[in-house]
């Protein structure tokens, strides 16, 4: 498997989904899940030209950064424990799973500069996946004005593990919809223009459905499983 051959790939699948709706390529950021992946391997996907990675774990995580410098930037995508803030906060760039008050609580506290964070929202309301409700995420983002070291750029989800193509796309409306009204609220502390949504069995519908964001792991650098 080559990471850039995999990168390609994507990048044409990408444009193909905004040519069908008339979405411009470059409003898409790709970023590459290397949870499963080496050092080695992220370095591969870096040289390819990705410029986003994605980390769910606080283990590991300062080697990679540490490897790869400072040409990209680092998307932390994993659920993080209030106590574990203050030692990953001044290393990531953009926080994916912001999900109750004590985190931004922390962040606030914790955090020197402002941190943009996408809301995490359990859109399919299935009990395995965090995430606020959807009915929570405009109460929620309205109540965190007072901490202005957290950002609400935007919302994240993970839809449900199924090919059902109609599953996916209610999801991913039922976000952007959300988004839409968010953003109409036009609160200082949350801009929420972006959409974090898609992984490799998803991004194309999710991008068809106006994903800003996709988070590709097992298809563009490779899992465990594969
Ligand atoms: C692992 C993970 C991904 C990537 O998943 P793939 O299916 O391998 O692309 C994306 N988002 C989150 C939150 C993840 O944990």
Not at 111 to 132: D, I, M, R, Y
Request: glycine fraction near 6%; hydrophobic fraction near 35%.
């Amino acid at each position: 498997m080559s990471v850039a051959k995999n990168y390609q790939e994507i990048q044409q699948h990408i444009e193909n989904a905004c040519n069908k709706v008339g979405r411009d390529k470059e409003d898409i950021t790709v970023i590459a899940v290397t949870k499963y992946a080496t050092i080695e391997t992220a370095q591969e996907a870096v040289a390819a030209g990705v410029r986003h990675l994605g980390e769910n774990r606080l283990e590991g995580f300062q080697e990679k950064k540490d490897a790869l410098g400072n040409d990209v930037s680092w998307h932390f995508i994993g659920t993080l424990q209030s106590r574990k803030v203050k030692d990953l906060i001044h290393d990531i760039d953009i926080l994916h799973s912001l999900d109750r008050k004590s985190l931004a609580k922390e962040i606030h506290k914790r955090a020197e500069e402002t941190v943009p964070c996408f809301v995490q929202v359990n859109v399919s309301g299935e009990e395995s996946k965090h995430g606020l409700a959807i009915d929570e995420v405009k109460p929620f983002i309205e109540s965190l004005s007072n901490y202005d070291k957290v950002k609400v750029i935007g919302l994240m989800t993970m839809a449900p593990h199924t090919d059902d193509e109609e599953v996916l796309r209610q999801t991913f409306r039922s976000l952007r919809r959300m988004r839409d009204e968010i953003m109409d609220l036009q609160l200082p502390h949350a801009p929420c223009q972006y959409l974090s949504m898609g992984m490799s069995n998803d991004y194309q519908i999710a991008i068809e459905e106006g994903a800003t964001h996709i988070r590709v792991g097992s298809k563009l650098v490779g899992s465990y499983q594969s």
